[in-house]
């Protein structure tokens, strides 16, 4: 006996009457409340749980999905067999399912478990489709209608065909229901007989039937990913011949499979943890915080003006106890008022999370002032290195030897700022390429400056390869360039110079790579480390002026960690460091004791001789130093150098200071005379005579003195005369 009411599930109940008799049937019909669907947990943050639903309601209606809804008789080989029957659904028929689940599954068996068993399976995929569950029946009344709840619901593609049926293993008798017809063939009648899947048609046509199968589908409950299910091969198979039953039911049983939904009015919802209430929401998301390491299963009901529905789930989700790191200060700033001044911070680095967490840290020197748009990459070639093997193949300098690929025809720039050159101000290296094709012009830059713009006073090679094959080429790093990381560029051109770093060649390739040098002006140690749950670890930051020039310059200090919920790196802390320029300025002109200007005059200062300049083509200098006293050198190879007196200088100061400096002493080579003058010859500096008869004789020149006396006297600058 079947009971059913809208908005009630339906209930079914055996009964037996006798002779004139009344017996009472009691059905307890439970109202229908639609549960929510979709349930799905991520974690988030580490230990976070972010959980979310569907609202009852906006899935597709829960139904039965069959053929037939009557069992009218069974089949069977009367012998030995074993088979599955089963019922197919294609893709155009599940058009309205997306998102569903099969959570029930009746059938009709006609043979007792003594004799044979069940079990309930689901296929998915082509035809014939693929296993994806399989449940045992452990328990069945014969001939007549057998719900069997699924352990757990099986979600469906419904973009896929969808089998539902049961397998039996009988040692006699008709075990598979089915109905009195008409069939839908290949699809009510579907069967797996003697290793492959036929209909029950094809099989028998004499048997013209559908198997009393049904399924009932609801919106997803949970989420879970089913694998196909690989079954035992069946080892025998049985010839015996297809029959119906001679036991025909006298009646047929119908199934009214309905399921309707309740017209009750929702509430909320009940969050559950491992079966305990956490809390009523009214939102379809919860978030579950702070959980420590460990397996949790989650379960959400609809919760109605009459009562709880059915749950969604359950969902699991396993939380692993990661570290969290934390930098306290968030930022690093630091003021130097001399460039040899060098001072520490210090980092502090907590773990706030359940778990040990291993970090690392590297600097990343971002340059003085305020980083530039970025390197010039777009359109430095037009047809680049494919087309004629143009460019370097390989390139050596220092610790790094890299090929250099050319594949297609956008292979002309690489980006290898990953690796690192080691090199040393004042030191020369030994740069070695390999190139395919003749008369390709090399260009070498280091952005010193961090500013990004490739300058020519950056430009270290302009190198011609005349020919194919390896060369090698001397490059000198300056002795005052700056310590720390800087970009290092190659580019090439083919029948011209390449030292234009952004114009656009026809034939080449350019890459890029990072040069280190000198100590940076910021480090951080210890580099690395591993902090357990709520522990924490100082780091010690270390700024130097040495070898920087004025002004502001940034880094980024970068903490990584193994932690795989989190962006890596987890912390950036930006650090500055200036350094002020206090210094005062001298200037001046240095001349000769003829009062012409001399140009490349070296000009020091004697308490910090690096501090130096030279004069320019007007014989001026302009030095700029650190408050304090100081004596300037003026200095030129063959002229007398000259000393200032002591020099107070203070911030801000403009102290001028100019240099006359005398011709060092010439060594005279030779001097003859005869009747028609004075030959002279010297190695020095410009001579003139007492008397005014020449003057101003170039270096290293024989000079005449026509008519001269050998008593005149000429004066050679210096003691040295004739």
């Known amino acids: 006996l079947t009971a059913n009411k809208d908005g009630y599930n339906t209930a079914t109940a055996n009964g037996s009457i006798t002779h004139n008799a009344i017996t009472y049937v009691n059905f307890e019909l439970n109202m229908f409340l639609e549960p929510p669907f979709g349930l799905y947990a991520e974690i988030e943050n580490i230990n976070d749980v972010h959980l979310t639903w569907v609202e009852p309601g906006t899935g597709f209606e829960p139904t039965w999905l069959y053929y037939t809804t009557i ?194 009015v929702l509430l909320g919802y009940n969050v559950y943890r491992d079966n305990t209430l956490l809390a009523l929401v009214t939102d379809t998301e919860y978030y579950d915080l702070g959980l420590a390491a460990g397996t949790y299963s989650y379960k959400v009901t609809a ?18 106890g990661y570290g969290v790191l934390t930098v306290t200060p968030d930022s690093l700033d630091e003021t130097h008022s001399d460039p040899s001044q060098v001072t520490t911070k210090t980092l502090t680095v907590s773990n706030t999370g359940s778990g040990p967490i291993e970090f690392d840290v590297a600097v990343d020197i971002l340059g003085k ?40 025809e956008s292979d002309w720039y690489h980006d290898y700022t990953n690796i690192v050159h080691e090199l040393e101000p004042g030191e020369t290296y030994q740069v070695t390429v390999e190139t395919a094709y003749t008369n390709t012009y090399l260009a070498i830059w280091i952005d010193f400056n961090d500013d990004l713009l490739l300058t020519p006073d950056e430009l270290l090679a302009d190198f011609l390869c005349a020919t194919g094959g390896f060369h090698t080429l001397d490059i000198t790093i300056p002795a005052d360039a700056p310590g720390g990381n800087h970009v290092l560029r190659f580019r090439t051109n083919w029948n011209n110079v390449a030292t234009d770093p952004c114009a656009t060649y026809n034939y080449g390739n350019a890459a890029d790579f990072m040069a280190t040098m000198g100590p940076p002006w910021i480090s951080v140690e210890p580099s690395a480390g591993v902090l357990y749950a709520e522990e924490s670890m100082d780091l010690v930051v270390t700024f130097t002026s040495a070898n920087i ?5 940034n880094a980024d200090i970068l903490f990584t960690s193994n932690n ?57 200098y302009v030095l700029k130093v650190a408050p304090g006293e100081y004596t300037l050198t003026a200095s030129k190879v063959g002229y007398i150098s000259e000393t200032s007196m ?28 005869d009747f028609f003058g004075v030959g002279l010859e010297w190695e020095g500096n410009p001579a003139i005579d007492m008397k005014g008869r020449f003057a101003d004789i170039s270096l290293s020149n024989m000079a005449e003195k026509p008519n001269a006396s050998i008593q005149e006297e000429i004066l050679l600058h210096g003691p040295t005369s004739v």
């Open 564 to 620: 795989p919920f989190v962006t890596q790196p987890e912390v950036t802390v930006p650090a500055q460091l200036t350094l002020l320029d206090l210094r005062g300025t001298f200037y001046g002109q240095v001349l000769d004791v003829l009062g012409n200007p001399l140009a490349g005059v070296t000009i020091t200062a004697d308490e910090y001789r690096t501090l130096s300049t030279m004069t320019d083509e007007q014989g001026e």
């Open 71 to 264: 069992i009218d008789n069974a089949i069977g080989t009367n012998s030995a067999a074993e088979f599955d029957v089963a019922m197919r659904f294609t893709p155009n028929m599940l058009t309205g399912f997306a998102g569903g689940s099969v959570t029930k599954v009746k059938f009709a068996p006609h043979e007792p478990l003594s004799v044979c068993s069940y079990t309930i399976k689901i296929w998915q995929g082509e035809n014939p489709p693929n296993l994806i569950y399989s449940q045992a029946v452990s328990e069945i009344t014969v001939d007549t209608w057998n719900e069997v709840m699924l352990d757990t619901p099986v979600p469906f593609d419904n973009t896929m065909e969808l089998w539902i049926g049961y397998g039996v293993n009988t040692t006699t008798g008709w075990p598979a229901g089915c109905d009195a017809g008409p069939m839908v063939d290949g699809f009510g009648n579907m069967m797996f007989f003697n290793g492959q899947w036929q209909t029950l048609y094809q099989l028998a046509p004499t048997l013209p039937y559908n198997w009393s199968i049904q399924a009932f589908v609801e919106a997803a409950k949970g989420t879970m990913t089913l694998a196909p299910v690989v079954e035992a091969p069946v080892t025998s198979n049985f010839g015996g011949t297809l029959t119906l039953s001679h036991n025909s039911l006298p009646e047929p049983v119908i199934s009214d499979p309905t399921a309707t939904r309740s017209t009750s």
């Open 303 to 320: 919760v109605y003006d009459q009562g709880e529905s059915e749950p969604a789930g359950p969902v699991s989700v396993t939380i692993i």
């Open 646 to 673: 002591p020099l107070t200088i203070a911030t801000g100061d403009l102290i001028l200071q100019d240099f006359e400096l005398e011709y060092a002493a010439p060594v005279m080579i030779s001097a003859e005379a």
């Open 549 to 553: 020039d004025y002004g502001v310059h």
């Open 369 to 408: 002032g305020n980083r530039a748009s970025g390197l010039c990459i777009d359109n430095l070639y037009s047809t680049g290195c494919y087309s004629y093997d143009d460019g370097l193949l390989s390139w050596q300098l220092a610790n790094v030897y890299q090929d250099i690929p050319c594949v297609d």
